[in-house]
Nanobody, 120 residues
């Protein structure tokens, strides 16, 4: 069992930055691919970014490529998402998730989410 807790969300102006963190407890996450997803009001949850279990491969949605950076520290059991040049359309609840399989599918552990609001 893996428990995930996100933090770092908040209100920021367009063009600003935020850094989200995901702290894991329970089983080690070093064998899990980790991802960030988001859900805006009235929309379905969508993929944002993922990182392989060893951290040698990263994946990004086209909408955030070049602006967001995912990283992980397996010794600290944390995953981070650095978000720069934020846009109002980045406003959403952001979720951290863990997948024992592919970094792009099979996420079966989820955090409760952290709200990110970008004002124009």
């Amino acid at each position: 069992q893996v428990q995930l807790v996100e933090s770092g969300g908040g209100l920021v102006q367009a063009g600003g930055s935020l850094r989200l963190s995901c702290a894991a407890s329970g089983r080690t996450i070093s064998s899990y691919n980790m991802g960030w997803f988001r859900q805006a009001p009235g929309k379905e949850r969508e993929f944002v970014s993922a990182i392989s279990w060893i951290g040698d491969s990263t994946y990004y949605a086209d909408s955030v490529k070049g602006r967001f950076t995912i990283s992980r520290d397996n010794t600290k059991k944390t995953v981070s998402l650095q978000m720069n040049s934020l846009k109002p359309e980045d406003t959403a609840v952001y979720y951290c998730a863990a997948s024992p399989g592919s970094p792009l599918a099979g996420y079966n552990y989820w955090g409760q989410g952290t709200q990110v609001t970008v004002s124009s």
